[in-house]
């Protein structure tokens, strides 16, 4: 169920429309009535923002944005994002996505700064424009934002980008867990990017995730291959509830962008200094962006040939593929499908045998079973000091 401190779509963006079907009016009646709620909004006081969003990208950067602005503010708000370039089709699967994410407490729970707000297509996608809304923080909403501001104070760029570098250094090229990576600044055809963000909240994680596609599309492949960044505000620590909210928010980037096909153009990689695999949903199936369910290990070592480890490898010994994906901090990987298809060719996909009559679709088979043993041979407590080695480099 929906908090009741949410606040509904606003009533005179439907009453207008009446019973009337949106895709039954003329283009002139559509206007028309586009226009009329526009000036309701703006006699309410309502801002109108326009934004010259033209794709999907852009748009997603412009909306993101601008959630995150209203959610840093404390007091009830309203704007309305004029997105004229933009089809109204577009604006409703956000929308509707959106209204969707709010009744899933599995992730809510997690990213409670969400609960107080929505977003709706104005008349019912008469026009495109969406409004955002936020309701008044209560005492415990106020509470939990000054604990995320508190636990994240201080935190250093600079720091948090060395740290990051030590770990791509050691985990990416030292143990070749990535075959697309050269070096610390080199990966596929071209240039590392480290970016950063200092924020804590959902909004303002999804705003710099749709801001660095927005670059990655607007750069020669040649001049950024591939973008690492930052977001060490989001599930900062070692706390099993830091790992939930990174859990959740990093499931919320992964399906606005799977949500506007943005997976045919573009990989991402999940990091987190708890990670594992294990307590990420659904653990017995793919999730995107993350390591294949611990449990397919066994099956993916024989289907690559590796027998022997398949047959004596401990959970201990698994359970040392999430250090692959233990980063200092919160943290994605933004690759190229292009580029990646270019260095190495299609993902292969195989029918992977799980027994008991179980067959599942998997890809990267090589690369996952390369890493499964390097870092069982490596092992838990050397993979823990050079973690909290670079862990320590952020303070």
Not at 68 to 84: F, G, K
Not at 154 to 179: H, L, T, W
Not at 187 to 192: F, H, T
Not at 193 to 203: K, L, V
Request: with cysteine.
């Amino acid at each position: 169920m929906l908090s009741s401190a949410v606040m509904g779509p606003h009533p005179v963006l439907y009453a207008a429309t009446g019973e009337e079907a949106v895709e039954e009016m003329s283009e002139e009646r559509r206007q028309n009535l586009f226009q009329a709620l526009l000036r309701d909004l703006q006699i309410e006081n309502v801002p109108l923002l326009g934004c010259d969003a033209t794709q999907v990208h852009t748009m997603n950067a412009a909306l993101w944005t601008t959630m995150a602005e209203l959610s840093d503010q404390d007091e009830e708000q309203r704007a309305c994002m004029v997105l004229e370039s933009i089809p109204v089709g577009a604006l409703k699967s956000f929308c509707d996505d959106f209204t969707v994410l709010k009744t899933q407490n599995r992730l809510c729970d997690f990213m409670p700064e969400l609960k107080r707000i929505s977003v709706s297509v104005v008349g019912k996608g008469v026009g495109p424009a969406v409004l955002i809304e936020t309701t008044t923080r209560t005492a415990k909403e106020v509470d939990e934002k000054n604990q995320r501001n508190a636990d994240t104070a201080g935190i250093d760029e600079n720091k948090c980008i060395a740290a990051m570098k030590a770990f791509v250094d050691r985990v990416v090229v030292g143990y070749q867990a990535c075959p697309y990576t050269r070096d610390v600044n080199v990966a596929v055809l071209g240039p590392i990017g480290y970016r950063y963000s200092s924020t804590n909240d959902a909004c303002g994680a999804l705003a710099a995730f749709w801001s660095n596609i927005c670059e990655l599309l607007a750069t020669p492949g040649d001049q950024l291959s591939t973008t690492v960044l930052s977001l060490p505000g989001i599930g900062w620590g070692m706390s099993l509830e830091a790992h939930d909210r990174f859990v959740a928010v990093s499931e919320l980037i992964s399906r606005n962008l799977c949500l506007f096909r943005g997976d045919d153009v573009f990989s991402l990689v999940h990091f987190h200094p708890r990670y594992e695999r294990n307590l990420i949903h659904p653990v017995e199936k793919p999730a995107y962006g993350q390591l294949p369910p611990q449990s397919w290990l066994p099956a993916m070592l024989r289907l690559n040939g590796n027998t022997q480890e398949a047959d004596t490898f401990t959970e201990e010994d698994y359970f040392c593929s999430n250090f692959q994906r233990r980063a200092p901090h919160t943290a994605i990987n933004i690759l190229r499908v292009e580029q990646l298809e270019a260095a190495s060719g299609p993902q292969a996909i195989v029918d992977l045998d799980l027994g008991n009559g179980v067959v599942e679709k998997a890809s990267g088979i090589k690369t996952y079973s390369h890493n499964a043993i390097v870092f069982a041979k490596v092992g838990r407590e050397t993979l823990e000091e050079s973690l909290d080695a670079e862990i320590d480099m952020q303070y």
